[in-house]
């Protein structure tokens, strides 16, 4: 059972610090809600790590925006619905094409350079888009854009950053409302308050939940399991997106090899050298992600599986993916004359924090952008080159709907804050309910199931006394073998139960960054393991070996899971 706090704390012991707008998290959708709040009031933002660690930094393939004269939002709708396989919420997606082409303008304006050709930008093409409408900045498009935004920061007088702050928790007052957050310092693990008027989560992904993942150490899902903790409500948990084409060498990290590498013409090819992906799928290699990646996983079922470029000419292919080619020439690997080996690998989280199309979550107060949030926009998978646009829109729309309440709000004080011994979690373990899709007000219809009664399989894997870092390995691989690409009922409830235990003997205080972490993975593993579940079909990125097609009417509903909280 989660707790309400990873740690006990005392606000009078801590030191407080005041700000208008508290941003936690320095991705593109961090930075762009900071730079954007910062025209309104002075703006605090909270960083992990560096401010150059997330997942943007490593984007690759570039940002999907309908700018080009024969391509329009209207049929960049229809191929994010289509991708979303049912579950897209059809106004947040009307809003992310519409409002995203002015966005990217902004974004350019802001200093990020994209490719050009003849003086206009460069447009490529990703699997299950209708049109090149991807805009990149060679292979490093992430780079670039978190170059932009941090250097636009540090011109900003009105934003600082906190490098180095972990959020741990959310505080709130005794209504229940969102006024600040507990942090603590990485060297020195000291803990401190932030106050704020108004509180942003763009703290990003969980990739890291899994063995194998492009993503980043810092992707392990702080600010949405604390979310969950404080009692807001959670979404789509179970849509983990695994991307396809990870490179795949015993001595390297699952490194992205960029879906445009099959966008410009780049096949997959099994061990016997055949092109199989036309056998799964109409769009052959540009099929959806999820498709993709599943009809690799079963080709690895019998030999290795390589992603092929060489006959687009290696000087070409060379100049087109430089960071590739310099990442695959560090283990022996030239793509432009050779085959590449790849995997799937975890990759996107579409599920997180339950928003609005203003990025307003069920708690008073918070509100959530970028990949920590889930507002629909998404489905049950993300079509390539969305997220980066995603977290453009939905940070400005915050800040454009946030800006009342902010005039309306007071600068809190470390009094109003409700004290530890407060808060109770209710009994039970959870609420488990179906929403359908949009608006809040629906929920009271929702179906709540309780998942206490799942059955019990035994598991030798328990052991007492793990250290951090043994139980987040644990953890990943659990992951990867039991709420991987392809699940069945008994692999999930064996997850559960291990990772239920687990979490039991977690300790009541935490001294580092591991145990945070730990504690974090434990939370939302199981929390993933239990949406996919209660989730008896197959649909996107969630596929069910015991029921492998879609069932309607479950289909256009979203699983939500909640702690309920009182606060005394
Ligand atoms: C290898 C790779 C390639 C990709 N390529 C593309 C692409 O081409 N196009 C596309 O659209 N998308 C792509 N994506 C996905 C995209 O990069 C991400 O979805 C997007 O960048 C997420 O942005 P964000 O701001 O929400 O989160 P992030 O960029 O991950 O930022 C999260 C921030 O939160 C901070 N944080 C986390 N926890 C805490 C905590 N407890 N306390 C304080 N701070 C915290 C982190 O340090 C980080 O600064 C790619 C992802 C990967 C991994």
Not at 198 to 212: H, K, P
Request: net charge negative; proline share 4%; charged share 20%.
């Amino acid at each position: 059972m989660a707790k309400r706090f990873l740690t006990r704390f005392n606000p009078a012991d801590l030191a407080v610090i005041q700000t208008d707008f508290l941003v936690v998290g320095s991705g593109i959708a961090g930075l762009f809600t900071a730079l954007k709040a910062s025209d309104y009031g002075v703006v605090t933002v909270l960083t992990k790590q560096g401010t150059m660690d997330s997942n943007t930094d490593l984007a690759q393939g570039g940002i999907a925006v309908a700018l080009d004269e024969r391509d329009s939002p209207q049929l960049h709708r229809e191929d994010t619905l289509t991708a979303g396989a049912g579950l897209c919420d059809e106004s947040v997606v009307e809003i992310l094409v519409n409002e995203g082409p002015a966005r990217v303008g902004e974004l350019i304006r802001m200093g990020a350079d994209f490719d050009k050709v003849e003086g206009n930008i460069a447009f490529t093409r990703e699997a299950a888009h209708s049109h090149a409408r991807i805009i990149h900045a060679s292979d490093a498009t992430g780079n670039e854009i978190q170059r932009a935004l941090v250097r636009q920061c540090q011109c900003t007088s009105k934003i600082s950053v906190h490098e180095n702050s972990i959020v741990l928790d959310i505080l709130t007052n005794r209504k229940g409302r969102c006024i600040g957050v507990l942090t603590m310092d990485r060297p020195s693990g000291s803990l401190r308050i932030y106050l704020a008027r108004i509180i942003v989560f763009a703290t990003g992904g969980a990739g890291r939940l899994y063995q194998n993942t492009t993503n980043p150490a810092i992707a392990t899902g702080d600010g949405v399991a604390a979310a969950y903790r404080a009692g807001c409500q959670l979404m789509d948990l179970e849509f983990m997106q695994f991307h396809p084409t990870a490179l795949s060498l015993p001595e390297a990290p699952r490194f992205l090899i960029s879906e445009a590498v099959r966008g410009e013409g780049g096949l997959l090819i099994n061990s016997r050298g055949e092109r199989f992906m036309p056998r799964y799928h109409v769009q052959g290699e540009l099929a959806p992600r999820d498709v993709v990646a599943r009809a690799i996983w079963q080709e690895l079922q019998e030999g290795s599986v390589y992603l092929d470029a060489t006959h687009l000419g290696a000087d070409w292919v060379r100049r087109r993916f430089p960071s590739i080619t310099r990442t695959c020439m560090k283990y022996g690997l030239d793509i432009g004359t050779q085959v590449i080996p790849i995997a799937p690998a975890a990759h996107y989280t579409m599920g997180g924090i339950r928003t609005d199309s203003c990025g307003r979550t069920t708690l008073p107060g918070l509100y959530a952008c970028g990949e920590a949030a889930c507002n629909g926009v998404h489905g049950a998978n993300r079509l390539a080159s969305n997220s980066l646009l995603d977290g453009l829109v939905f940070g400005d729309r915050i800040v454009r709907c946030c800006i009342e309440e902010w005039m309306n709000t007071p600068f809190w004080t470390k009094e109003q804050i409700a004290p530890f011994e407060a808060y109770e979690v209710e009994g039970g373990n959870q609420a488990v309910g179906w929403a359908p899709q949009c608006g809040f007000q629906e929920i009271s219809q929702q179906e709540i199931s309780q998942v206490d009664q799942l059955p019990i399989i035994g598991d030798d894997r328990v052991k007492d006394g793990l250290g951090a870092a043994e139980t987040i390995g644990n953890i990943q691989k659990l992951m990867w073998d039991q709420v991987g690409l392809v699940r069945e009922a008994e692999s999930l409830v064996t997850a559960i139960n291990w990772l239920d235990a687990e979490e039991n003997k977690n300790p009541s205080q935490f001294k580092g960054v591991a145990q945070v972490e730990a504690a974090n993975l434990l939370l939302l593993g199981r929390l993933v393991a239990t949406a996919a579940w209660l989730r008896r079909e197959s649909r996107g990125a969630h596929f069910r070996k015991d029921f492998p097609r879609l069932q309607e009417p479950i289909g256009k509903n979203h699983v939500i899971m909640q702690q309920r909280i009182n606060i005394k």
